[in-house]
């Protein structure tokens, strides 16, 4: 079967029947080649409805989450997003598919190396892809129009609160080191409204301002 076939069969049974309805997160899912974001040994399994092994330990999320989070997030075309954890860089991705640019940070040098490498070689160029702690943000673009973080947090950082514009959203996996819910984080102008959605299992988010 052709990576093509097995993308759109992805989008069909396992996002769209789950009740994503987004077009727009639909198109980029259908749009962006999954098989480009695992190693070798993992092609035949790539469009599979789980997440992957990326090496030293973490994991390219499942396609359904990628989905929901992306859709949760509720992309303009004019948004700037900051995205924790960028792993394979499949996530971003996605996320550029849809808003001006994305900053995505990653704490472990060589995915954060091969992320870069793999975005450059495929054309995103309205990516930024940075080495470092990202439980405190990425101060140098603030503020930002959305945020999502893509490893589970105890709590949701100060940093990222701080980071997030006025009337902006975050999204991001919060609860303890097994099970995590998807929270939906907005900031007006005197609150900070929170939102929590469907369980989810990610791997810890590793830094000064979480585990
Ligand atoms: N979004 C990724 C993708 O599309 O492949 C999947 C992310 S994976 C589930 C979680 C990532 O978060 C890992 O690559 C991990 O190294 C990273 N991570 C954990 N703590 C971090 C931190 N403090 N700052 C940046 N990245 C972090």
């Known amino acids: 079967m052709s990576y093509n076939y097995q993308r759109e069969s992805m989008v069909e049974k396992q996002i769209k029947m789950r009740g994503i309805t987004d077009e727009k997160v639909l198109k980029a899912m259908k749009e962006v080649q999954r098989h480009k974001f695992v190693g070798e040994s993992l092609l035949n399994v790539a469009y599979q409805d789980s997440p992957l092994p990326i090496g030293y330990g973490q994991t390219i999320s499942q396609p359904y989450i990628v989905a929901v989070m992306t859709e949760l997030l509720d992309i303009k075309d004019d948004h700037k997003v900051l995205e924790i954890g960028t792993g394979s860089g499949y996530q971003a991705a ?46 140098k673009y603030a503020p ?60 810890p988010l590793l830094g000064k301002e979480a585990w």
């Open 144 to 203: 930002y129009d959305r945020i999502v973080v893509t490893a589970a947090a105890p709590e949701v950082p100060k940093s990222l609160i701080e980071q997030l514009a006025l009337h902006g959203k975050m999204v991001i996996p919060i609860g303890n080191r097994s099970t995590q819910w998807l929270e939906i984080i907005k900031k007006e102008k005197d609150t900070i409204q929170r939102e929590k959605r469907e369980g989810v299992r990610f791997v």
């Open 94 to 139: 996605i996320l550029s598919k849809l808003a001006m640019s994305v900053i995505t940070v990653e704490r472990i040098p060589e995915l954060f190396q091969q992320a870069k490498e793999r975005l450059q070689n495929l054309g995103y160029n309205n990516i930024i892809v940075i080495n470092g702690d990202g439980t405190i943000g990425y101060k």
